[in-house]
């Protein structure tokens, strides 16, 4: 069964930093693209930041460009999301997304029907 597990949620004041993490389980992901996305309350999912196969092509939305930094370890099958310098408008829940098809070279993807597994999400809130 093919999981994909948030960790690294919680609550920060503004200015503040988090990482989070999404292990992969139930097969190997190092040779998909994968994603962030995030959802506030009464919002639409959003995209966040994007990542190629191997980690050395990443995308990441205007709203979050400069203060988060995606990145991968292939060898623990793990996605990260480094956030920086967060902001209120930064609460929502984050979602990891994986594609089930291989797509080499330096393609990565934004839009939410373009992947195949998700996560549960986890939690950030950020305090005024």
């Known amino acids: 069964q093919v999981q994909l597990v948030e960790s690294g949620g919680g609550l920060v004041q503004a200015g503040g930093s988090l990482r989070l993490s999404c292990a992969a389980s139930?097969?190997?992901?190092?040779?998909?693209?994968m994603g962030w996305f995030r959802q506030a309350p009464g919002k639409e999912r959003e995209f966040v930041a994007a990542?190629?196969?191997?980690?050395?092509?990443?995308f990441t939305a205007d709203s979050v460009k400069g203060r988060f930094t995606i990145s991968r370890d292939n060898a623990k099958n793990t996605l990260y999301l480094q956030m920086n310098t967060l902001k209120p408008e930064d609460t929502a829940v984050y979602y990891c997304?994986?594609?089930?098809?291989?797509?080499?070279?330096?393609?990565?993807?934004?839009?939410?029907?373009?992947?195949?597994?998700w996560g549960q999400g986890t939690q950030v809130t950020v305090s005024s």
């Open positions: 139930g097969r190997t992901f190092s040779n998909s693209a």
């Open positions: 990542i190629n196969w191997s980690g050395g092509s990443t």
């Open positions: 997304a994986a594609k089930r098809a291989f797509y080499g070279g330096s393609r990565y993807f934004i839009g939410l029907s373009e992947y195949d597994y």
